[in-house]
Structures are given as C-alpha cells and as structure tokens.
C-alpha cells in the first residue's frame, strides 16, 4: 500500500520497461484525483506487457489496475489478464486513460468496454484456482500451488497468440504449451 500513486509500479518520463510473466497483485494506491493506479501507474514512457497478470489492486483514485496519466504515457498489453481490480473513484476499475495511448490484444480484460482496445480480447471469467490467495497455501509465489494459476477448465487457456515478445517458460519456468494461454 502507497499513499500515492502506483501501489506496485510506477513510471515516469522517458522510461522504458518491459514486464514479462509476472503478477501484479494485491497493491493499493491511496491517492489523491490526480494519482491513481492500484497496480500501474504510468505517468509517461512506454510499458510493454506480455504474460502479465493484473489482479485485486485497488485505488482511492483512478484505475484500479493500470493508469495513464497524461500524452507522454503508452501501454501495450499482450496475453495478459486483468481482473478483479477496483478505483472507487472511477467507472474504470481496469484502466484509466486520460490522455495516453494503450492497445491490448489476446488478452482477458474484466471491463468488456475496454476488449475492443485491440485485437482477440475476451471478457470472461479466467477462473483462478483461488484469487483470495495469490502466493497460495506456501505463502511463496512462482510455485505450483499460487492461487492465481488457472484452473485447467479455464476458458483462456489456448486462447493466446504467439508473438515476437512471447516466451519460451511461463512464470514458473515450463515450457509454454500450444496454442498458448493467456
């Protein structure tokens, strides 16, 4: 929890980053109207995401998942899911945009309004195995038991798209199997 912006991450002018099988979870920003982000704020640069799962952050603000604060802010999201986030001074729960560029494609985006920002994007259930716990029962996230694993059911799974960002190894370092999850 931050008292500001960006409970998990935070970028500002001319930064580019790169974030690939990992999980943004759990964070909240306290912020004031202008801030917001409970799990990304993105005050400007350029954030690629690929593999990424966004889930239970929350703001006081603006973008309960991901915010883009101004023109100098872009985001690109790639065979992610984002889901069970909340601003609750926002109708967007998922990503704020005021003024920046974002596309997401092939991925599982809770707000329905937001899945035409791109190309293949669901709005479903991802069905976690349990999303009240993200490290799971071990308290150690990147094990087999994190509760933001998806149930073998789970309808994204084969639902990815192959790109020149994809990698080889999900978050645990398995081989990613075809046609690929989100």
């Not at 930064?15 to 990992?22: C, H, K, L, W």
């Not at 799962?53 to 006081?60: D, E, G, I, R």
């Not at 694993?149 to 199997?177: C, H, K, W």
Request: proline letters at 4%.
């Amino acid at each position: 929890t931050v008292s500001g912006s960006g409970g998990g991450v935070q970028l500002s002018q001319n930064a580019g980053v790169e974030i690939i099988n990992t999980v943004i979870a759990n964070n909240q920003a306290g912020g004031k109207a202008d801030d917001g982000g409970g799990g990304i704020m993105i005050y400007g640069g350029n954030l690629m995401m690929t593999h990424v799962t966004v889930a239970n952050n929350s703001t006081a603000s603006l973008g309960g998942a991901i915010r883009v604060y101004d023109s100098s802010g872009a985001v690109r999201i790639n065979n992610s899911i984002i889901w069970n986030n909340t601003a609750l001074d926002d109708s967007a729960d998922c990503i704020s945009n005021t003024g920046g560029l974002y596309q997401i494609d092939y991925s599982d985006i809770q707000d329905e309004k937001q899945t035409s920002a791109g190309f293949g994007n669901w709005s479903v259930d991802p069905m976690f195995i349990n999303q009240n716990n993200p490290p799971g029962d071990d308290g150690t996230g990147m094990t087999t038991d994190d509760g933001l694993m998806l149930q073998e059911s789970s309808p994204v799974i084969g639902n990815g798209f192959e790109t020149a960002y994809t990698p080889l190894f999900d978050i645990l370092g398995y081989p990613r199997s075809s046609p690929l999850e989100m």
